[in-house]
């Protein structure tokens, strides 16, 4: 497979993963049949409180791998992909077969996380 199917795959995938966690988001809590009245443990509206920032900040995360995913598609219509968006050399190829939105070889991911991480 071509990593222009790969990427079109992965990106129905991720997009089908939001749908569901908003499905999920959008669904009231009263509506699962929990009771929600003052009696209810604080324990149990903390766990409710707890998995929905959970599930937020994996949609976020999903929608994140999604745009990546469209950047690399991007970059195939204006044929730079495999091409490091930082230094210009090529990707290795085991690397976008690893990973086929790589934006940037394995160099300069390495120095982008480290710089991320001292933020």
Not at 32 to 48: C, F, I, N, R, Y
Not at 64 to 77: K, M
Not at 80 to 101: F, H, K, M, N, S
Request: hydrophobic share 40%.
């Amino acid at each position: 497979m071509d990593a222009r199917s790969r990427l079109e795959v992965e990106r129905s995938g991720l997009l089908a993963t939001i749908a569901r966690e908003e499905t999920e988001l959008a669904t009231p809590l009263d509506d699962k049949g929990e009771d929600l009245t003052a009696s209810q443990h604080p324990a149990d509206v903390a766990s409710d409180l707890s998995y929905r920032e959970f599930a937020v900040l994996t949609e976020l995360t999903l929608r994140e791998a999604v745009a990546q995913v469209d950047d690399a598609l991007a970059r195939i219509a204006h044929g730079t992909y495999g091409i490091c968006v930082e230094c210009g050399r090529a990707i290795d190829a085991e690397r976008l077969a690893a990973r086929p939105q790589a934006a940037r070889c394995i160099d300069c991911q390495r120095r982008e996380e480290r710089s991320a991480s001292a933020k």
